[in-house]
């Protein structure tokens, strides 16, 4: 045992070990004599911090603490989890990622499966850790579309353990029973292939069937490992993520966050909307501009909602979308439509009067009372569609919610002045308050961070066999219930500030949705049991 605890993520104090514990460890010697609280040792990180000037530098001395003392790092990020968060998390994380070839530092939880060689996949999961029973969440990611900066092969790992950090931040998911997976199945980003320093196989990405073929390999064996695991799929290529979803969503317990976690995200960002505008969501007309993974995911699940409050069949709650690709509205003249695509394409008949690859022209024609972005396209809401769309609508929802910022469709204080405060905002992005004529408008962020960490915490709680369109429906509700919208001006979405809480709320929801679905293993369970599941980073006596 001698130093070996100092070296362990999961039992490190560093200098909070007491007297008494440096005598058993025999660290005696091997730290200065002030025995610390972890008070103080945060307030020694967080100085450090602040002397760093740049955030991707930040993130760096994070993750040292995060490889030498785990209890250390989730407490100084949750003491400052405003400003840290967007340290270990988006938009930080994407930089993380395209540098992660020439930043490597071995991590030893991480576990990286080559996908050509898929009978070494389950002897690569037993490594892994010791007691794969304690094993309870799974990120798993190809690594092909990153957080829209695209293919980065084995560096979507980062993504992996970020993701995972976001568990434990944001409903105390105990890290010890996390484990982030990359599934190198080669990348097309051939600058990266072709770096000296890339570390991943330097193949292109595998297709067709011997992907598919490898998907499954990598789903038994990890499933014969991991019997009590969630399996959370991040960022796979937009043709593959589906698919996966689909196909294994019966088989283990999984979960795609760029889809559902979306969806369900911008569900919970809709019903605070509706609260005010006073327009149910069955009686919306929406336009969702940008239908890839995050548009068709959040089409997906709001009509799912509207299916519950009706009762009427999807071919009913479709009318209500009116979906816009890079081609203009999406029609079913169209050859190149997704399946995700082809549920919502319009009859192009009905539309010949007009110039669909316009939205303006789309949004005089459709008078949409909702307005979602996904398209990753700069001030696509122009000052003309969004004061014709305020021209129809007393209170428009306008959710601009391509990341980062910069990619963002509209910024929150044009939307307010060109709608006269009128507009009802949820951005993608954090966005500070805006002010306009001596009223201040908070502005609500879809973080996803609000609705996966609870729902996976749920998932766990209740040893869910699979996660329902129900359970995802009630975390949705549960996001949306945390807000008080009675001062004028009040954020659409929960604050991240609060985050465990409704990380909380989130996941009692959810377990009691499993229960009435049947599809959990645990019966009656309390807000108490919920409580008693979260894993705080407190030191433990060792
Ligand atoms: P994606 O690449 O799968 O989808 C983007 C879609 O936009 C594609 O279908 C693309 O063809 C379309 N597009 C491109 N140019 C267009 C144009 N000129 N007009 C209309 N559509 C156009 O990416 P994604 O994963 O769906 O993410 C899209 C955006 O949504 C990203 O910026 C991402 O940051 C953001 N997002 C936000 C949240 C959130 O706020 N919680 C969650 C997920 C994604």
Known sequence: MKNKILQNPY??????????????????????????????????????????????????????????NRTLYFATIQKYLTELLPIIYTPTIGDVVMNAHKHFEPSTDAVYINAFRPET?????????????????????????????????????QIAIGKLAVYTLAAGLDPETCLPIALDCGTNNKELREHPLYLGERKERLTGVEYDASIESFIQSAKEVFPEAVFHFEDFGRENASRILET???????????????????????????????IPLDKQRIIIFGAGTAGIGIANQISHEMMH??????????????????????????????DGQQKYARNEEDFTQLDTTSLLELVKAIKPTMLIGASGVAGAFTEDVVREMANNTIRPAILPLSNPTKLAEAKASDLITWTKGKALIVTGSPTSPVEYEGQTYEIGQANNALLYPGL????????????????????????????????????????????????????????????????????????????????????KEV
């Open 309 to 338: 409050i009706t009762q009427q069949p999807f071919e009913t709650a479709k009318q209500a979308f009116y979906l816009v690709d890079k081609n203009g509205l999406i029609t079913n003249d169209m050859t190149d439509l997704t």
């Open 456 to 539: 996976g915490l749920g998932t766990v709680v209740s040893r869910a066999q699979k996660i329902t369109s129900q359970m995802l429906r009630e975390a949705a509700h549960a996001v949306s219930n945390q807000v008080n919208l009675t001062h004028k001006g009040a954020a659409l979405l929960p604050p991240v500030s609060t985050l465990l809480e409704t990380s909380t709320q989130v996941a009692y929801a959810v377990c009691q949705a499993a229960i009435k679905e049947g599809v959990a293993k645990t019966e009656n369970i309390t807000q108490e049991d919920v409580q008693a599941a979260i894993w705080t980073p407190v030191y």
């Open 121 to 157: 996949m389950k002897r690569k999961l037993q490594n892994a850790c010791e007691n794969p029973e304690k094993i309870k969440m799974l990120v798993i990611t190809d690594g092909e579309g990153i957080l829209g900066i695209g293919d980065w092969g084995v560096n979507g790992i």
């Open 11 to 68: 039992l490190n104090k560093g200098t909070a070990f007491t007297y008494a514990e440096r005598q058993k460890y025999e660290l005696d010697g091997l730290l200065p004599s002030e025995v610390e609280s972890i008070d103080t040792q945060i307030l020694r990180v967080k100085e450090i911090l602040d002397n760093i000037p740049e955030a991707l530098e930040k993130n760096y001395y994070l993750t040292s603490i995060y490889r030498t």
């Open 248 to 278: 294994y969503r019966d088989q283990v317990c999984s979960f795609n966050d760029d889809i559902e976690g979306t969806g369900a995200m911008v569900v919970a960002a809709a019903l605070a909307t509706t609260r005010v505008s006073k």
